[in-house]
């Protein structure tokens, strides 16, 4: 019940956070009437978006369409941080919702920045796009520069944060542990995986990104279960 609850607050309190970045930004520039008005879509918040026309911004300022684009991704690297702060720092301490709302809300942050970069790195829409586009700066220098950080960074969320989460939650036989790899690995490149075709389409050329984080799917579900199972093996020796 903890896990499902945490990864549904998690969700929803990380696209609040994106989007109002957005509107906040907009906002103390002039382009918002007011700071929290975005278009919310559902109660699932997974067409929620800031509601920002950025076509007369780069007319006039581009700097300040950077500005706006860029808010939201600065503010999930900050929120990543400080939640996966929040895993390491309550490993010592017996908090298992404390914990576990830490390490989802890194996972969709960190999931959030993935969907961007490297699967949407190429898109001139987006926000990665917006703010490259308002400084003129080429797609490929993004790609080759946040590409390695948000490849280290799942590294360490899945070796190093998801072993802490297991241990807050008790989990000891290796199904369990499986389960929660396979919900945590399909969050990732599962659903925000398939950002490129969700936002453009099947037959867009951003979709082969979709097919690539699929691939990257079955790597990652395929070398976490290894590992438990290693982990295993070793044990009842």
């Known amino acids: 019940m903890i896990t499902v609850v945490t990864v549904v607050a998690a969700h929803h309190l990380m696209v609040l956070a994106h989007e109002w970045s957005h509107s906040l930004v907009g906002w103390l520039l002039g382009y918002k009437a007011q700071p929290l008005d975005i278009s919310y879509g559902d109660w699932t918040l997974f067409h929620a978006e800031e509601a920002i026309n950025y076509e007369p911004i780069f007319r006039s300022f581009p700097w300040k369409a950077s500005l706006i684009a860029g808010a939201a991704l600065a503010t999930n690297v900050l929120l990543y941080l400080l939640s996966q702060a929040g895993v390491h720092q309550s490993a010592t301490q017996p908090r298992p919702f404390l914990t576990q709302a830490c390490f989802w809300f890194a996972v969709f942050n960190l999931a959030e920045l993935y969907s961007y970069i490297p699967l ?27 590409t390695p950080w948000i490849a280290w960074q799942l590294i360490v969320l899945l070796t190093k944060s998801m072993p802490i989460a297991y241990s807050s939650l008790g989990l000891s036989s290796t199904g369990s542990k499986m389960a929660y790899s396979f919900l945590t690995a399909s969050l990732v490149f599962g659903l925000y995986g398939s950002a490129p075709i969700f936002y453009y389409s099947l037959v867009a050329p951003q979709a082969r990104w979709s097919l690539f984080s699929a691939l990257v799917w079955i790597v990652v579900l395929f070398l976490l279960t290894r590992g438990l199972l290693k982990k295993r093996s070793t044990a009842f020796r």
């Open 120 to 146: 949407r790195a190429f898109s001139a829409s987006g926000d990665v796009g917006h703010f490259e586009t308002g400084l003129s700066i080429p797609a490929w220098v993004g790609f080759v520069l946040g």
